[in-house]
Every structure is written in structure tokens, then in C-alpha cells.
């Protein structure tokens, strides 16, 4: 071969895939999920595979702890302590340390107590400020609840003339512009776009953001477990996200909020049950907040689903952080590879950074049938998902994808389109989710 043939790319045949995952180190995690045969999982990223030793764990709590434990259980077999020792665990593969997390409610919820907080903060630290900075482009969620807050605060101060808002980053607002002002309290991001995959330099936007005077709200919902997070290194205020994606927690596993040690007794959280009291078992007449990271909780927990998050949660802490991103990175670059080699005839228009450092976990393309063409892969034992507008979405978990299941993918969408076998009317239906 002389100097100036090209190489052939890694992994040009299916054969390359084959022998690449004969060769990851990260090979024997696959076998601690149960994939059904047949299918290529790529919707990690919306709900996480299941465990191998799930199953067993939902016997266990079910059949023993609260079948022949009853109610002694929450004493006996830990279910008390349970959101805060997950949230150690949870703490430590995010850059956190023990004491500043737990598991627990939803992610949207979590989120009305993480703006609340940084809300109430900032009405004694620096009065006057009532922007919410978050991005259009965020999960939906993200957005309504911050625009919520600002409703509900608004309604309640409306004869002081007040005015709470939420203000908007997107391509004709830039988040320097948007901190501008010097009026915004909180600033809060989804660290890895549900949609796009692309991710924030998280260090340098909260650093931006603590010198605009706010304080920074991550929603790492697309980050745990897929792209190495340092919380305490970014000097995060606080951070929410899920345990049902990448984390394999299982379907509406319960969410996890993050709070940094300096912020944790300085508030009192809106949403404060009995749970988030300092001693919930006295029963006191008056509220007294808990003097950690409990003071983030509000009710009864949802044990079983709440115990089911530890299985997955082991699991990721098991592997190597930096193979799993390793490993993450050259999945989504095959991915982008392959299909811009093997489907170029097609409208496909790639909505994901190449960037690495700009890049989380899946990549998605856009392509004007995307609704059909994504149906027909599921059809097919495909499985990724569709996101508005026009978007298919690919997620690759590092833990049990493989080179393999990328080629296999790909093929499967190179044929779809080649044989326009998206263009069929069971293709148009929309299911409620998608
Ligand atoms: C999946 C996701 C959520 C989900 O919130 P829930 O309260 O669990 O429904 C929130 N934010 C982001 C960025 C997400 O990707």
C-alpha cells in the first residue's frame, strides 16, 4: 500500500463489527441484560434495557420484604434510608460526594424543587433577580415547569407588581446575551439535548452562569450513566435527572436531585412533606426542615420501583467511566459512518454535533418521513424512536450495544429506504407514544 492509498475505514464490513466486539472491553456487560432475541435496542436513552437480576430483586421486595416483612421492612430492610443511599451511589458516579444526593419523585418534580430552591436562595442573596434562563429548544417538561414557578410566583405577588419570567435561549438568543442584563437568577440546561444529542461544556456554562451572578441547574437526564459527569468540578449548583434511560432503573423508576453541600440548609423547598422534615417520625406540629440532603424529599417513597433502580445503578458503577464514553464515542461515529456511506441517496440530514466534546449518547437524523421510516425499523426489531419534528433518534447504551447491532441497524434503515417499505399506511398511524 503506498503513502497515499487510503486506508480502508474501521469496521468497513459486518465481519469488522463482529471482530470489534470480540475485542471490547466492555464485552461481558451485555450479558448482564436481558434483550429479547431478535431486536437491536437502541431507545436506551428512553428506556433503559433490563437488568439480569432484576426479576429476582422484584421477587425479593415483593414476595419477602413486604410480603413476610410488612411493615417492618422500613425498618428492617432498609426501605427508610433507601432514596439517600441511592443517591450516595448516584453521587458518586456523578462527581458528587455522599450527602448531597437522593433518589427520589419524578425528574419534572424534582426540577420545581431545584428552581424553587435556587429561587428562594437568590431572593436573600441577590435580591431583584426573577429570570429563569433555560433554552427552547430543552424537554418540554423543563420548560413548563420553570414557566410554572413563574406563574405561580407571579399570581402570588401580583398586587407587588412583580414580575417573575422565563426567558428563552435559542439561535436569536444567545446565553451570553440572555445573562446580559445581570437579572437572571437561575440558569437552567439539559446538559445533553434530548432531541439533538448535543451537550453543553458543562464546566464553562456554569462558570458563566456563576459569573452572570446566577446560580446553574443541570438536567442531566441524558448524561447519567452515558457521558462522565463532574458535578462538584463544574461547581454545579444542583442537578436533576432520570434512572429509567441509561441508567436501566426500569419504567418510571424513580428521579434523582442533586444539591451542592453549600446550598442544602439555606431554603426551604416548596414541596415540603413530612418526609423532608428533620425528625417525620415525631409528628411535630410545625414544620422543621431536615438538616441535609433529605430536606429534598416529600412523601412516601414508591419502594418497589424506588428498590429496582440499585440493579442497573451497580452495574454502571461496575464499568469503567472512560471505556463506557470511549466505547459510547466510536458507536455513534460508525453509526454516522455507516449511514452517510450506505444511505447517501436519501434525505437524511444529520441533527447531531461530530464534534466529540459537543456530543452525548445517541445521534439523530432528520428525514421527512421520519414518523413512517422510524415505524418500519420497529417493524423490523429496530428499535430507536421519533421526536418532533421529523426526527429519528438512535441511542446507543455502551453497556449492551455493540458494533454489530450499529451495522445491523443501518442495513436495516439502508433497505427501508431503498424499498420504501416506510410508505405504507400502518406506518402513518401515530401511537400515543412515540
Ligand atoms: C426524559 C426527560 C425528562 C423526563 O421527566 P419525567 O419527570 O421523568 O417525565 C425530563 N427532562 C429531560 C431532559 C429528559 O430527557
Avoid at 429519528?392 to 453497556?399: E, I, K, S
Wanted: aromatic share 8%; with cysteine; proline share 6%.
Amino acid at each position: 500500500m503506498s503513502a497515499t492509498t487510503p486506508s480502508a475505514p474501521p469496521h468497513a464490513t459486518r465481519g469488522d463489527c463482529l471482530a470489534a466486539d470480540a475485542a471490547d472491553p466492555l464485552r461481558g456487560f451485555r450479558d448482564r441484560f436481558l434483550l429479547p432475541d431478535g431486536v437491536v435496542y437502541l431507545d436506551g436513552n428512553s428506556l433503559g434495557a433490563l437488568p439480569a437480576g432484576a426479576e429476582e430483586r422484584a421477587r425479593e421486595v415483593v414476595a419477602e420484604e413486604w410480603g413476610r416483612g410488612l411493615i417492618r421492612s422500613w425498618n428492617t430492610a432498609g426501605w427508610f434510608d433507601l432514596p439517600g443511599r441511592l443517591g450516595d451511589k448516584l453521587a458518586s458516579l456523578l462527581g458528587g460526594n455522599p450527602g448531597e444526593a437522593v433518589v427520589t419523585d419524578t425528574t419534572s418534580l424534582n426540577l420545581f424543587k431545584a428552581l424553587a430552591a435556587a429561587i428562594r436562595i437568590q431572593q436573600r442573596d441577590r435580591p431583584g433577580r426573577r429570570v429563569i434562563v433555560s433554552e427552547r429548544d430543552n424537554f418540554p417538561t423543563d420548560v413548563y415547569i420553570a414557566e410554572g414557578i413563574a406563574d405561580f410566583l407571579n399570581s402570588v405577588a401580583e398586587e407587588t407588581g412583580t414580575r417573575y419570567e422565563v426567558r428563552l435561549v435559542d439561535a436569536s438568543l444567545s446565553l451570553r446575551d440572555a445573562l446580559a442584563p445581570g437579572d437572571a437568577a437561575v440558569v437552567s440546561l439539559s446538559h445533553v439535548n434530548y432531541r439533538t444529542g448535543s451537550m453543553w461544556d458543562m464546566d464553562a456554562v456554569t462558570a458563566q452562569a456563576h459569573d452572570a451572578g446566577a446560580l446553574m441547574v443541570w438536567d442531566l437526564a441524558h448524561s447519567a450513566g452515558a457521558v462522565p459527569v463532574d458535578l462538584n468540578g463544574a461547581d454545579a449548583d444542583f442537578a436533576v435527572g432520570c434512572t429509567y434511560k441509561y441508567l436501566n432503573g426500569g419504567p418510571g423508576s424513580p428521579a434523582f436531585i442533586w444539591v451542592h453541600a453549600r446550598h442544602q440548609d439555606r431554603f426551604w423547598q416548596p414541596l415540603a412533606g413530612w418526609w423532608s422534615h428533620a425528625a417525620p417520625f415525631a409528628m411535630a406540629e410545625s414544620y422543621r426542615p431536615a438538616g441535609d440532603i433529605r430536606r429534598f424529599l416529600c412523601g412516601t417513597q414508591p419502594v418497589t420501583s424506588l428498590a429496582l433502580v440499585e440493579t442497573g445503578l451497580d452495574i454502571t458503577l461496575e464499568a469503567d467511566q472512560a471505556a463506557l464514553r470511549a466505547k459510547s464515542l466510536a458507536l455513534t461515529d460508525l453509526f454516522v459512518r455507516l449511514v452517510e456511506q450506505r444511505c447517501a441517496a436519501h434525505p437524511l440530514e444529520l441533527v447531531t454535533p461530530r464534534e466529540h466534546a459537543r456530543r452525548g449518547s445517541h445521534v439523530s437524523f432528520r428525514h421527512p418521513e421520519g414518523y413512517a421510516v422510524m415505524s418500519a425499523l420497529i417493524a423490523r426489531g429496530v428499535i430507536g424512536d421519533y421526536r418532533e419534528p421529523e426526527v429519528l433518534r438512535f441511542g446507543v447504551t455502551p453497556l449492551y450495544t455493540g458494533y454489530a447491532d450499529v451495522w445491523d441497524a443501518v442495513e436495516a434503515l439502508r433497505d427501508i429506504l431503498d424499498s420504501r417499505a416506510w410508505d405504507a399506511p400502518e406506518h402513518r398511524e401515530r401511537n400515543a407514544v412515540t
